[in-house]
């Protein structure tokens, strides 16, 4: 099938509402959105098992989830990387140390080392379910990222692990990926993958992860209540996610 353009949204204060959902006139935009001819790609730091409803219910079968380390393009797996099952056990001991714990994601699956105050938090945050706890269950299992539980020592774990890249994406919790991976890396990849380089790219974000996204695509929309270096990086700035910030965007545009 031959694109307009992609459009890749991040989904916690850009495409869902304030519960985490999508709304109808959001749901309504991307179905518009695709008989033009545009392919829409959720770009989220959350995994797989947490965005399976929120695809549904927005009519999107593409995705790069997990700060881009897993790719898929309408339904099919393009590409994931694996955090090494050393610097696992090393992020375990390094969160001991602190009094903290670590969630381990891969594409079917979440699981934490061990239970604190942070791991309900960080999930209710973004009103997901809690995962289990199995502390040794990445011994035989393939791990695509990490969350560390914590809302403090976020420069002991930049130092020690410099082949990791950090991102916080919550009071309670930072995502941990494999140097260099990014949503940014992720569009550069789909891009490859569906051998359309000149394509027009379009990018929404809100938050600190969105920067490589923005940073990675032709158009960058920043939402209203985005950060204030995310607004800076873009092109054009629209309103709030719970003011129709999203099909604002597509409008200004002529994507809708």
């Known amino acids: 099938m031959t694109y307009r353009a992609l459009a890749f949204f991040d989904l916690d204060g850009t495409l ?26 959720i770009a989220t730091g959350r995994a797989e098992p947490q965005i399976q409803q929120i695809k549904a219910a927005a009519g999107i079968t593409s ?28 992020m375990i001991d390094a969160v001991h140390l602190k009094n903290q714990e670590v969630v381990f ?25 809690v995962p289990e706890v199995h502390p040794q269950k990445f011994q035989q299992s393939l791990v695509n990222m990490l969350l560390i539980l914590g809302n403090t ?21 930072i995502d941990v990926v494999r140097k260099g991976t990014s949503k940014g890396s ?23 992860n969105d920067i490589a996204l923005l940073d990675a695509c032709d158009e960058k929309i920043a939402m209203g209540n985005a950060t204030k270096e ?27």
């Open 153 to 173: 020592a976020d420069h002991y774990y930049h130092e020690m692990f410099p082949e990791l890249t950090f991102y916080r994406n919550s009071p309670f919790s």
């Open 16 to 41: 869902l509402d304030n519960h985490s959902q999508i709304t109808p006139e959001v749901a309504e935009a991307i179905t518009r959105l695709k008989q033009n001819n545009v392919l829409p790609i």
């Open 186 to 208: 992720a569009v550069k990849r789909i891009k490859e993958a569906l051998q359309l380089s000149t394509i027009p790219t379009y990018g929404f974000g809100d938050g600190p």
């Open 105 to 129: 994601y891969n594409e079917k699956d979440i699981w934490a080392s061990g239970s604190n105050r942070y791991l309900v938090e960080a999930f209710e945050f973004i009103h997901a379910f």
């Open 63 to 90: 995705d790069t989830v997990m700060n881009g380390a897993f790719i898929r393009l309408d339904n099919q797996v393009v590409y994931q990387e694996y955090i090494d099952k050393t610097i696992c056990q090393r």
């Open 230 to 256: 995310l607004k800076e990086r873009a092109t054009f700035v629209t309103k709030n996610n719970t003011d129709g910030g999203i099909v604002h965007a597509l409008k200004h545009f002529d994507l809708i």
